[in-house]
């Protein structure tokens, strides 16, 4: 079972779907978003809408979801064209995302409550970030050079992943970290 996004010129607004793998099914729709959906344990959705990064309950026996959709973050930076927002979240329930409309940003840890606890790395131009699945990379495009870079969180070290004259984006780590 995975979840999709779709958004069409008939529904702007866009939403998240469900599917299985080798189903004849068209999926079915779990709700209205701008953008991606991360599941994260112990039975959340995280996904944006009206520059809102939100939470809401999901019930993977059931595949259904409950309750309203909780605020987590304000003024989440997204790519409506893409329907893609800036999040992204580990299996430890660490959560990396991009707010506001500045040129340039920092890598900040944040506590559950939203509170600053720390930063990562050098400031920069930066834009679509993942969270490696242990929690010790972050994997993000460098807008000074539109490359993909891997900042190491523990040694602060940086690795040129992608140096082909495209621009890469909207990086994504396998369930075993590579």
Do not use: C, H, M
């Not at 953008?35 to 809102?52: H, I, S």
């Not at 970030?129 to 969180?153: E, G, M």
């Amino acid at each position: 079972t995975f979840l999709f996004s779709v958004r069409t010129k008939t529904d702007p607004v866009g939403g998240i779907y469900l599917a299985s793998i080798g189903s004849q099914n068209e999926g079915r729709r779990l709700l209205s978003s701008d953008t991606q959906a991360v599941f994260v344990d112990p039975g959340f959705l995280l996904f944006g809408r009206d520059t809102q990064l939100l939470r809401q309950r999901f019930d993977v026996a059931t595949q259904q979801v409950s309750g309203d959709p909780v605020p987590v973050v304000d003024r989440l930076r997204g790519l409506s064209q893409v329907a893609s927002g800036e999040f992204s979240a580990s299996n430890t329930g660490l959560l990396a995302y991009r707010s506001g409309w500045d040129a340039s940003n920092q890598f900040t840890w944040v506590d559950r409550k939203g509170q600053p606890r720390g930063t990562v790395g050098p400031a920069g131009r930066y834009r679509t970030s993942a969270l490696s699945p242990d929690s010790k990379r972050l994997v993000y495009t460098d807008l000074a050079d539109s490359n993909l870079k891997i900042l190491d969180l523990q040694s602060q070290t940086t690795t040129v992943l992608t140096s082909d004259p495209g621009t890469e984006t909207a990086p994504v780590w396998s369930s075993d970290g590579k």
